[in-house]
């Protein structure tokens, strides 16, 4: 069964460019994530859904930043304009929420590596 | 805000020797899960300790969950090659439904 898939894996792009990064979670999953790696902050938590809902956005870092889950299997992250600070790796991960307060396995992608010059 | 402290951040040990990384926090967590991240990939769930006081054993790998619910250590006898990666620890539960807080990581290199 194929996992998380994501796109693109790698992302050259110059300062004031858009970007969007696509993510196709597990199937049957009904909760989304939106991480982004950096060797400074570690792993952080930018956006999760659950049932295709935002629950939580309070790690999107700036209007810059915007998700969006129009379906169960398909979710976009859009940065406009991209500045050079927003250079990471960024990862989706789907889980399958089995109960309120219980947390399942995070399943992540592979992840995008972004450089914005 | 529910933060996490692993520490070290960086380990770097022979073939055969033994480590423990561990996992900090003030908060109080339902769950703690474990994860290794290997270079150009994204990490994966090693264990899932959700009792307090729990021990859970994958090989060579020792994962305890403190009594309080607010810590872990993961502990590693015999580290070979194939253990080095990023170890990631990760809370769950609480006021943070479906969301967990990791920490920042702890860099394991193994010198054969």
């Known amino acids: 069964d194929a996992g998380v898939i994501q796109s693109p894996r790698h992302e050259v792009t110059e300062m004031g460019q858009e970007v969007t990064l696509r993510c196709k979670p597990i199937?049957?999953?009904?909760?989304l994530f939106w991480y982004r790696q950096t060797m400074m902050r570690g792993l952080e938590l930018l956006i999760y859904?659950?049932?295709?809902?935002?629950?939580?956005d309070s790690g999107m870092p700036e209007d810059r930043f915007s998700a969006k889950m129009p379906n169960a299997s398909f979710s976009t992250l859009k940065i406009q304009p991209s500045e050079p600070r927003d250079s990471a790796v960024y990862f989706c991960?789907?889980?399958?929420?089995?109960?309120?307060?219980?947390?399942?396995?995070?399943?992540f992608g592979e992840g995008s590596r972004l450089t914005v010059l | 805000t529910q933060l996490l402290e692993q520490s070290p951040q960086f380990l770097s040990i022979q073939e055969g020797e033994n480590l423990t990384v561990y996992c900090n926090s003030s908060?109080?967590?339902?769950?703690l899960q474990w994860y290794r991240q290997e270079p150009g990939e994204g990490p994966v769930l090693l264990v899932t300790?959700?009792?307090?006081?729990e021990v859970k054993k994958l090989k060579r790998l020792t994962f305890q969950f403190g009594d309080a619910r607010k810590d872990s250590s993961l502990h590693i006898t015999a580290a070979q090659p194939g253990d080095t990666g990023l170890y990631l620890c990760?809370?769950?539960?609480?006021?943070?439904?479906?969301?967990?807080?990791f920490g920042q990581g702890t860099i394991l290199t193994v010198h054969p």
């Open positions: 991960a789907s889980s399958s929420i089995r109960a309120w307060d219980a947390t399942g396995e995070l399943f």
């Open positions: 199937s049957g999953h009904n909760s």
């Open positions: 859904f659950n049932n295709n809902v935002p629950i939580d």
């Open positions: 908060s109080v967590f339902s769950s």
């Open positions: 300790v959700v009792t307090g006081g």
């Open positions: 990760a809370g769950g539960g609480g006021t943070s439904y479906g969301k967990l807080t």
